[in-house]
């Protein structure tokens, strides 16, 4: 990671409630964090708005793709009159405007055509709208090169986040430890005149890498001792890498009804290939794979931008390594899974 640079007067002010919540330190960290999005659908819009405002050293937008109607929907830095422009080069100017003190570049490739050496310019990389071959192979430079890795995708009502932050020290305020006091009030009655008194602590934490988190073993009876806690949402991102790495797209809501048969067909084929009973996920998911929902890319937009921040920081435990959500249920999940 880039070292950590001064604060000027001029972003001390634009700063100063994210300078009195996380404190000087980690705003200069946030200052020299140069950060690779690639993906600019929904989902890595809101990415995009969350980690420019919070001051970061620079961005750069990758995206090979250009912007179509569905845009409209959910990709709130492309403008309605851009439609069929590039989506990186149609988002520079309004993720510009957002914080001006930010450097903000865009890239017309595609990830698949940057060499290894590429990825490893950046202090984190966070790939959206990708193949899971893609995320893989990125992942495992990021991993070998100590660059923090995150992983992320909307589908419809579904959304989830991949973290991969290696060996991961960060700081993180607990309630300082109280003696016991022989006699006096009541413990109910001092909390109420006392602050608690709080202490930072230095922690670690390891990641693993994605293809350990994907590559699972369900027949195992360690694995199936974990399947009734591990998310339902989990086994639909499996399906749908594996429908958009088949297909090479995304469930097309304009052939609704043709994709629901083949996303159901999908889910035996990837079930199986886990070892696992096609009965884990309900056919009824395939209705709700469609689009990228503003809603949903604003949840999980927000906390993949929060957990680049934590981890730019070093401050606070951040999610290790999955978060899932499920907007059907209307839920949000945190868990950690890999493969032992």
């Not at 980690?26 to 001051?55: C, F, M």
């Not at 991949?162 to 109910?188: C, I, M, R, S, Y």
Request: with cysteine.
């Amino acid at each position: 990671m880039g070292e950590e640079i001064n604060i000027t007067e001029d972003e001390a002010a634009l700063y100063d409630r994210q300078i009195r919540l996380w404190g000087l330190d980690a705003q200069r960290r946030l200052r020299a964090a140069r950060v690779l999005l690639i993906g600019l659908r929904g989902l890595g819009a809101e990415i995009a708005k969350n980690i420019v405002l919070a001051g970061i050293k620079s961005i750069t937008l990758l995206d090979c793709t250009e912007s179509t109607e569905e845009d409209g929907c959910s990709q709130f830095l492309i403008s309605r009159n851009d439609v069929g422009k590039n989506r990186a080069e149609a988002s520079l100017e309004h993720a510009q405007r957002l914080n001006p003190m930010v450097e903000v570049m865009s890239d017309t490739q595609s990830a698949d055509e940057k060499s290894d050496e590429f990825f490893t310019k950046f202090d984190v990389v966070c790939a959206t709208c990708c193949k899971q071959s893609t995320l893989i192979r990125i992942n495992k430079v990021c991993s070998d090169h100590k660059v923090k890795f995150f992983g992320g995708d909307v589908y419809g009502f579904y959304g989830y986040m991949f973290a991969d932050l290696g060996e991961h020290e960060f700081a993180e305020e607990v309630p300082k430890p109280k003696q016991k006091e022989e006699g006096g009030e009541p413990d109910t009655k001092k909390a109420k005149k006392e602050e608690i008194e709080m202490v930072t602590v230095k922690r670690s934490v390891t990641f693993s890498r994605l293809h350990s988190a994907l590559e699972i073993d369900w027949s195992s009876q360690a694995a199936l001792r974990k399947l009734k806690r591990t998310p339902n949402a989990y086994f639909i991102m499996q399906v749908l890498l594996d429908f958009i790495s088949n297909n090479n797209r995304y469930p097309d809501s304009t052939q609704k009804e043709a994709d629901i048969k083949l996303l159901i067909e999908q889910k035996t084929k990837t079930l199986e290939k886990l070892k696992l009973s096609p009965s884990v996920v309900s056919d009824d998911f395939a209705s709700f794979c469609f689009a990228e929902l503003s809603p949903v890319c604003a949840i999980v937009g927000g906390v993949i931008g929060q957990e680049i921040i934590k981890a730019v920081s070093l401050k606070d435990q951040p999610h290790n390594n999955f978060f899932f959500y499920n907007g059907v249920e209307g839920s949000g999940l945190v868990d950690n899974i890999s493969s032992p």
